[in-house]
């Protein structure tokens, strides 16, 4: 479905980008990876599934590093056809204690750079007429935790961003969408798990099922495959009028 399509999936050398990026290599689609860590790994699994893969290490918090990457997608992968604004980080404090880099590099990494990759993307998309946007945001980006300031405000920022964009292109073959997943097992989340064990001195299994039953009422973690596979429809014909929805996969967690 997506064969002759490039996908920049950003933070996917790890977890939910990573998931999104196989899903969308599945169907056919190029894919150019960003994130820290092993980039060797994850670029062999998109290769086996015999698609053109890229790989470009820049870091999110960086406008600078940003346009180098998507000035790379252009050149090796005649440009970004399905641009999917993954990076993320997570600090957790209440906010007399939150750290001012930690702010920061959570409203740099998490909001601002979805800008930064969007506004390149979006004239090579405006010539084509098509291309998807596709941001990964959060539950926190409908409904706030307590302890996640930074990361509920960059969360609701891109929800209202991808809102804003939806409108600019509404009337052309690119749309904008977010995608609000509620937890999914990834080293951001397992961090999280393991603070919490030794918190509340919980064996690790415990813990995980105590952070589930607070929030997600399926009691099951939303897999990376599922969200990929929801990237997948986001970037189907069947969704050419699907627009500015913050679309939550959360076993839940809204609707309480
Ligand atoms: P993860 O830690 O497994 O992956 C994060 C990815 O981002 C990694 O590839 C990492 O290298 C990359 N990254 C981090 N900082 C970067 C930077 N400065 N520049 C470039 N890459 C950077 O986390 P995840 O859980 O897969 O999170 C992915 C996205 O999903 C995040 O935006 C997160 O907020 C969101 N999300 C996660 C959950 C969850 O429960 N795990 C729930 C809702 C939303």
């Given at each position: 479905m997506l064969k002759g399509k490039t996908a920049l999936v950003t933070g996917?050398?790890?977890g939910i980008g990573l998931g999104v990026a196989l899903c969308l290599a599945r169907q056919g689609a190029n894919i150019v990876l960003n994130g820290f860590g092993d980039a060797e790994g994850p670029q062999a699994q998109v290769r086996a599934l015999g698609v053109k893969v890229g790989y470009h290490g820049a870091d999110m918090s960086k406008p600078a590093d940003i346009a180098a990457m998507m000035a790379y997608a252009e050149r090796e992968?005649?440009?970004?056809?399905i641009l999917v604004n993954n990076a993320g980080i997570q600090h957790v404090a209440n906010v007399e204690d939150f750290p001012v880099e930690k702010w920061d590099a959570i409203i740099a990494i998490n909001l601002s750079s979805a800008f930064h990759t969007t506004r390149l993307a979006i004239p090579a998309m405006r010539t084509k007429n098509w291309g998807r946007v596709i941001n990964i945001a959060s539950t926190h980006g409908l409904v706030a935790s307590a302890q996640k300031s930074a990361y509920v405000a960059a969360k609701h920022g891109i929800v209202g961003f991808t809102k804003a964009l939806a409108l600019e292109t509404a009337t052309t073959g690119i749309t904008v969408n977010a995608i609000c997943p509620g937890w999914v097992l990834t080293p951001l989340v397992q961090k999280q798990i393991d603070d919490r064990a030794a918190r509340e001195s919980l064996p690790v299994d415990q813990a995980k099922v105590e952070l589930l039953r607070?929030?997600?009422?399926?009691?099951q973690f939303v897999t990376p495959e599922q969200l990929g596979e929801l990237a997948v429809f986001l970037a189907?014909?069947?969704?050419?009028?699907?627009?500015?929805a913050a679309w939550n996969m959360d076993g839940g967690w809204v609707a309480q």
């Open positions: 996917s050398t790890s992968f005649g440009g970004t056809d607070e929030k997600q009422p399926s009691l189907s014909p069947a969704a050419d009028n699907v627009r500015g």
